[in-house]
């Protein structure tokens, strides 16, 4: 048992290491931007708010050669009302009358066509390009601060936070202006008591179509004619979640676009002659409705302006299409406030009423759009050193020759030519941020790949060298480990303390991946002789399938370096796991020909054949439930084809498979002997999954409903309650399972005693004899099977959980893979049973079954829906049962923990069952010996009391296994870091290259932790079992 302590210990330290060489990479990888938190001020003021808009033109004349040092402010009458339509893609604010058969998102918005045809010095229509990622919040901190986000920024639009860098928000409370909100809450999370009136709407739920939208024109027309306000912004979020729930070619996306269109109309009739009008989307949606990467279809959103004034002339040629930190600077403009101090954008010249904007006041304008890069660029230089000082050189000589060419302009010809000039210093300014902030801090990323291969390479020495592990995994390891770990970590804080490493957690990183690095190092240089000769013997009796298992995971990380390879992996994970499914059946067949125990006529008859068969078959159906990437350019299948939820025979499958799935585990239970008995765990055990998975059925059935008709049924009463019902049966099963792991019920001596004879008896009836003539054997249910029961427990439990929080359309294809799960299984311990010739040839794990254990956990990502992109995260998990009544999620951490589950379910149920590759023989062999094997003569009716005799050695393979599996994952992580830094300026590094890497950095932290808990769950049962065995042989004795 201390062992075996010292075992997890080791893993768990093992563990951490790695994730902390992860995240040292991470943060060379993943840069982020040093926000400024300086706010611009008007160093010059010029009152134009007189009738029409009119100016003193003494304060406007270059010719007296004022020397405009800082930004000047030109006060105008002008407001601004901003109708923020979220996800407006350009296409769909077009209209084209020779569209025979228009799809639902087509000419839908026909007032912006009838406004740019009537009034065309009135309106503008821009194609209004976002800079990625194409998540709200990262859009909304664009449009409000004119400032880039980086890639890691994305991981925020979870929670948003408080932004607190400079924004036209703020320059409107500093000048005394007033601000009017409503729609998505995302604002007020961002810009928290910057409005003098808000009306926020919970924004998180995609199913809800409605209520923002509804809330918002509750308030709309009624703000408009109050006279207090500066800048009004609508938020309406209907055509982003009809894009999430059904895609853009849906009935209800004609109905949200139309309702827009109405929207517009009205705004527009009740608009007074000093507004001006903006129609934007944050960004756009792909195919299927989705968004967050950087396709056209998701960064290219619609801009449209209308003013009952004309509007100017551009001072410069454009082709109609404008960044999205564009908007800042002409907003600026517009309200009379200092352009934020963080901002990149161009003044739109188009976008300002001719009257309030004559060739000086765009002259001045246009300059204090330079003033304020230039300053910026100056103090984001002082604070970081990433600009290049030939760089900064150039920009700064370039804003010296604009500001003469700003003190010589005499007429509005010498005005568009400086308009132009400070454009193309802008676009300038900006390409080299752009360029900058995507620099990686090479010295941390070559340090996480130098310390995670190392570690690993060690670490693997250490436990396929040594002869026995416990004489070198042992307490003594362990204390040296963890104190090591404690000692570099306080090394490191001192460094950073003392000013002598810039990072903190880099330095400690760093150090903590050090220490181990000596620590591994040492032990390895001491055991050297014992683990070279033990690597030797291993080679000598390596097999073919040893080579080709090696070569399976070598190309499962070598396809990393390249980018068609990572689009089409479901693919490549495919064609890798029915390899080594095929491997192993090819193996087995070699074996009974050279034990002459079959012939090649005989093959097509042989059952391991057969449960091959029915595993290729499984995995085929699960190519259904693929789906597809933007860059892929396919079409899903026809049960991911649309992004409804599926109608009544997708329910059916997928009602049916869910309930096979749980009766059979049920009906093993109950047969293992396992749901004997009146204890809590086993009453749990016995109803608690048919109860949830109903509630689950009901659950797809209800969401499934129409509003209306959900109402009518249930009233006042949340549909989510079956949601939290599912919740409340999973979670306090899985808490009896940790409390009380024994499924077992133990016949005291008042009850009947049943005579045991023979190898082949009833399953259920496991007896523990003890050496004692004068008392009769115990008679105890569910002893064969004890180490199963528990771990089939908590995994139909986590199961249950995740079935909810997916999308019942890819149901059936999780079942067919657990199946496939269970038959290999069942493979394996054919397969060991022709071979072994002692049960401790049992305990030994076949690399092949580790392989196929690996390759189904990432082949399931993607049988289940889901591909590495931020675009098909599947969102709407966070939304089951964690939505109030009135609208607002219950926390951040739920739903979050909920979108794991649904992404990474595959990872979690893989490590945890981990150890079912050792134990399972033992259980099948038990309650099926003449299916296993009718040739072999070990004597295994106790079952998996033979694991519980042999302690030592079983502890010691399952931290082996534990150690393997999770080290094909770290080398795939490795991979994929390494191909990220070859690839680092490669087209399609944040497309393809940075989501990979993101996710195979989760999957492999939450398989860490998923195998480390199942290696607990192990020595649990292990410790409740011992406990249990003296407690018997009091009784007995």
Not at 207 to 215: P, Q
Not at 937 to 944: C, T
Request: proline share 3%; aromatic share 12%; hydrophobic share 45%.
């Amino acid at each position: 048992m201390k062992s075996n302590c010292s075992y997890l210990l080791f893993f768990f330290w093992f563990a951490c290491i790695i994730s902390v060489q992860v995240l040292l990479f991470m943060n060379g990888f993943l840069l982020t931007r040093v926000s400024q938190f300086k706010n611009a001020t008007c160093d010059g003021i010029i009152d134009c708010e007189g009738p029409d808009n009119s100016c003193k033109q003494s304060d406007l004349l270059p010719t007296q050669h004022k020397d405009y040092t800082g930004q000047t402010c030109i006060k105008k009458k002008t407001k601004v009302m901003i109708l923020l339509v979220d996800a407006f893609r350009y296409d769909f604010a077009l209209y084209n009358d020779s569209i025979q058969d228009p799809e639902m998102y087509q000419n839908k918005i026909k007032v912006i066509n009838t406004l740019l045809n009537d009034q065309p010095n009135h309106s503008r229509l821009f194609t209004f390009v976002a800079d990625p990622p194409t998540t709200t919040m990262q859009r909304l901190k664009g449009l409000t601060t004119g400032s880039l986000p980086t890639f890691i920024d994305a991981g925020s639009n979870f929670a948003s936070h408080e932004i607190n860098e400079d924004n036209i928000l703020d320059q409107l409370v500093n000048n005394e202006y007033k601000a009017v909100f409503m729609g998505d809450d995302t604002w007020t999370g961002l810009y928290p008591r910057r409005f003098v009136r808000s009306f926020p709407y919970p924004s998180f739920n995609v199913w809800d179509l409605d209520t923002v939208d509804d809330g918002v024109l509750a308030h709309l027309y009624n703000e408009m004619d109050f006279d207090d306000w500066k800048l009004i912004v609508a938020h309406f979020l209907g055509v982003d979640h009809c894009g999430h729930r059904y895609g853009p070619s849906h009935p209800e996306m004609s109905r949200k676009l139309t309702q827009m269109n109405d929207v517009i109309e009205k705004v527009i009739k009740r608009l007074d002659d000093d507004t001006v009008l903006f129609v934007i989307g944050d960004h756009g949606m792909t195919s299927t409705g989705d968004h967050g990467g950087e396709s056209t279809n998701e960064i290219n959103a619609a801009m449209f302006a209308y003013s009952k004034r004309p509007f100017s002339k551009s001072l410069y040629a454009h082709n109609n299409t404008v960044k999205q930190v564009d908007l800042v600077p002409t907003l600026s403009t517009l309200l009379g406030v200092p352009i934020p101090h963080s901002n990149l954008g161009s003044l739109i010249h188009d976008c300002i009423p001719a009257d309030a904007h004559t060739w000086k006041q765009a002259l001045i304008a246009t300059w204090a759009n330079a003033q304020q890069l230039t300053n910026y660029i100056r103090e984001y230089s002082k604070t970081s050193q990433l600009f290049p000082a030939d760089q900064l050189y150039r920009i700064f000589g370039m804003y010296e020759t604009l500001k003469i060419d700003f003190l010589k302009v005499r007429s509005e010809d010498n005005a568009q030519q400086f308009a132009q000039n400070v454009n193309d210093f802008i676009l300038s300014t900006r390409k080299m941020c752009e360029e900058i902030w995507i620099q990686f801090d090479a010295f941390s990323m070559a340090r996480g790949l130098l310390l995670i291969s190392t570690v690993t390479i060690f670490v693997y020495l250490i436990i396929e060298g040594s002869a026995d592990l416990s004489e070198i995994v042992n307490k003594e390891l362990v204390i040296a480990c963890y104190t090591s770990t404690a000692f570099s970590s306080l090394v490191g804080f001192l460094l950073y303390f003392f000013n002598i490493a810039p990072v903190l957690m880099n330095t400690v990183y760093f150090a903590v991946g050090l220490s181990a690095l000596l620590v591994l190092a040492f032990i390895t240089v001491r055991n050297f002789q014992e683990i070279s000769s033990e690597l030797y013997t291993a080679s000598k009796s390596r097999d073919w399938t040893d080579i080709i298992n090696r070569v399976v995971l070598a190309f499962s990380g070598l396809m990393f370096l390249s980018n068609s390879f990572i689009l089409e992996e479901s693919k490549v994970m495919l064609f890798f796991l029915l390899t080594l499914i095929l491997i192993q059946l090819v193996q087995y067949t070699l074996t009974k020909v050279k034990n002459k125990s079959i012939t090649l006529k005989l093959l097509a008859k042989n059952k391991l054949l057969l449960l091959v068969l029915i595993m290729c078959v499984m995995i085929r159906v699960s190519m259904n439930y693929w789906r597809c990437r933007e860059e892929q350019g396919c079409n899903n299948s026809i049960f991911l084809s649309s992004k409804t939820i599926g109608g009544r025979v997708e329910w059916a499958i997928a009602a049916v498979t869910s309930v096979a799935f749980i009766v059979v585990c049920r009906i093993w239970l109950r047969t293992c002997g396992n749901l004997n008995g009146l204890s809590f765990t086993v009453l749990v055990g016995k109803f608690g999954p048919t109860t949830a998975m109903v509630s689950t059925a009901g659950f797809w059935i209800l969401h499934g409903l129409p509003t209306h008709t959900k109402t009518k049924l249930l009233g006042a009463m949340q549909p989510d309650i079956l949601a939290w019902l599912v919740y409340a049966i999973t979670i306090l099963g899985i808490l009896t399972v940790i409390i009380q792991p024994l499924c077992v019920y133990h016949l005291n001596d008042k009850s009947k005693r049943l005579e045991l004879e023979g190898d082949n008896i009833i399953p259920q009836l496991a007896k523990h004899v003890f050496d004692n003539k004068n008392k009769s054997p115990p008679v105890v249910y569910g002893l064969a099977t004890v180490y199963s029961a528990a771990f089939l427990l908590i995994i139909i439990n986590l199961v249950l959980i995740w079935l909810l929080v997916l999308d019942y359309v890819v149901v059936p294809s999780c079942i067919a893979l657990l199946v496939t799960i269970g038959l290999a299984l069942l493979v394996n311990a054919i397969a060991k049973f022709e071979n072994c010739k002692h049960i401790e040839d049992l305990l030994e794990v076949s690399p092949t079954q580790t392989m196929i254990w690996f390759a189904v956990s990432i082949y399931m990502f993607y049988a289940t829906g889901h591909q590495p992109a931020f675009p098909n995260i599947s969102w709407e998990a966070a939304f089951v049962g964690t939505v109030k009544p009135d609208g607002e999620l219950i926390n951040h951490v739920v739903p979050a923990i909920l979108v794991l589950i649904n992404t990474f379910g595959s990872y979690i149920v893989m490590g945890l069952s981990l150890p079912l590759i050792l134990i399972s023989p033992f259980s099948f062999y038990v309650m099926m010996p003449s299916f296993i094997s009718k040739r072999n003569k070990l004597s295994l009716s106790r079952g998996e009391l033979e694991l519980y005799d042999r302690n030592d050695k079983v502890g010691s393979n399952i931290f082996k296994l534990c150690c393997n599996y999770s080290m094909c994952h770290i080398i795939r992580v490795f991979a994929i870091m390494l191909s990220s830094t070859i690839h680092c300026r490669h087209l399609m590094v944040w497309n393809v290259f940075a989501p990979k890497l993101l996710f195979e950095a989760i999957a492999l932290f939450i398989t860490l932790v998923s195998v480390f808990l199942g290696f607990a769950l192990f020595i649990r049962v292990n410790h409740q079992l011992d406990k249990f065995v003296v407690k018997l042989s009091k009784q007995m004795s």
